[in-house]
T-cell receptor
Framework: GQQLNQSPQSMFIQEGEDVSMNCTSSSIFNTWLWYKQEPGEGPVLLIALYKAGELTSNGRLTAQFGITRKDSFLNISASIPSDVGIYFCAGLDYQLIWGAGTKLIIKP | DAGVIQSPRHEVTEMGQEVTLRCKPISGHNSLFWYRQTMMRGLELLIYFNNNVPIDDSGMPEDRFSAKMPNASFSTLKIQPSEPRDSAVYFC????????????FGDGTRLSIL
């Protein structure tokens, strides 16, 4: 079946640092999504990518849909404490295929 | 605009009891999804509906689990009888259409079966 490999599993960074995470797949997707989940809440959609090669920004977040349609990355610039949480990638076909998540921890 | 609304937020009950989780999708969304999230298995799709009709229930773990969507604004996920291994956070999500549109999640129901 379809699988997504999301890395890294977790990141310990200093406030102000840039963050980068990515997802790769053995299958092609037509849509890539990035979600963030905070404790006690459901995943919240951050960025949706619909076209191979597309680069989309949402504030300090930037995500790209890989040319091969088998990968995507998410960058966060100048991290702040409220960025902590778990970030999930998801490939959308007729249903969502989820990555395992990247847990972001910001050291004070 | 109201998002996906789930109730209850927390449920603690003894094994063997019936558990009913409820979901109100975003108005106008045609597709509804039930997920289960655990540390071990991450997010698992249990079942999804399109226009109130179950389309894929292959993720439902056992016959103890059942889901209904009697109308466009309400769905239930029932576990009967419940077991300790059912303890998890259950999420409901909705999207405007069956394919190609992002899903929007509720805040989940944290279920603990003692």
């Amino acid at each position: 079946g379809q699988q997504l490999n999301q890395s890294p599993q977790s990141m310990f960074i200093q406030e102000g640092e840039d963050v980068s995470m990515n997802c790769t797949s053995s299958s092609i997707f037509n849509t890539w999504l990035w979600y963030k989940q905070e404790p006690g809440e459901g995943p919240v959609l951050l960025i949706a990518l619909y076209k191979a090669g597309e680069l989309t920004s949402n504030g300090r977040l930037t995500a790209q849909f890989g040319i091969t349609r088998k990968d995507s990355f998410l960058n966060i610039s100048a991290s702040i404490p409220s960025d902590v949480g778990i970030y999930f990638c998801a490939g959308l076909d007729y249903q969502l295929i989820w990555g395992a998540g990247t847990k972001l921890i910001i050291k004070p | 605009d109201a998002g996906v609304i789930q109730s209850p937020r927390h449920e603690v009950t003894e094994m063997g009891q019936e558990v009913t989780l409820r979901c109100k999708p975003i108005s106008g969304h045609n597709s509804l999804f039930w997920y289960r999230q655990t540390m071990m298995r991450g997010l698992e799709l249990l079942i999804y509906f399109n226009n109130n009709v179950p389309i894929d229930d292959s993720g439902m773990p056992e016959d103890r689990f059942s889901a209904k969507m009697p109308n466009a604004s309400f769905s239930t996920l029932k576990i009967q009888p419940s077991e300790p291994r059912d303890s998890a956070v259950y999420f409901c999500a909705s999207s405007p259409d069956r394919a190609g549109q992002p899903q929007h999640f509720g805040d989940g129901t944290r279920l603990s079966i003692l």
